[in-house]
Nanobody, 118 residues
């Protein structure tokens, strides 16, 4: 069974930081691009950051310079370090695993709530 388990979400004040983790099992981790997506109420799910198997990265313009995605293949884990958080970052954050070749191999975690508020 494939499982992606997110952790690290919670309530934080504007300007604060959070570190999200996503632990994967049931996949050959190094063969998957890993991504973080988020969805706020009334909005479409959007890509926040992505890291490919070769470690190249992509970020949404809204988070560039504030968020950093990384992966530790030996731990089958991807991270999202979020700094200088803003209220508009409030959303449910989802971990995604996408096979680099096989398009149907696409998995999602349950999501973790991030709330940025004073």
């Amino acid at each position: 069974q494939v499982q992606l388990v997110e952790s690290g979400g919670g309530l934080v004040q504007p300007g604060g930081s959070l570190r999200l983790s996503c632990a994967a099992s049931g996949i050959i981790f190094r063969r998957y691009a890993m991504g973080w997506y988020r969805q706020a109420p009334g909005k479409q799910r959007e890509l926040v950051a992505r890291i490919r198997s070769g470690a190249s990265t992509d970020y949404a313009d809204s988070v560039k310079g504030r968020f950093t995605i990384s992966r530790e293949n030996v731990k089958n884990t991807v991270y999202l370090q979020m700094n200088s958080l803003k209220p508009e970052d409030t959303a449910v954050y989802y971990c995604n695993a996408a096979h680099t070749i096989i398009g149907t191999a696409d998995y999602w975690g349950q999501g973790t709530q991030v709330t940025v508020s004073s």
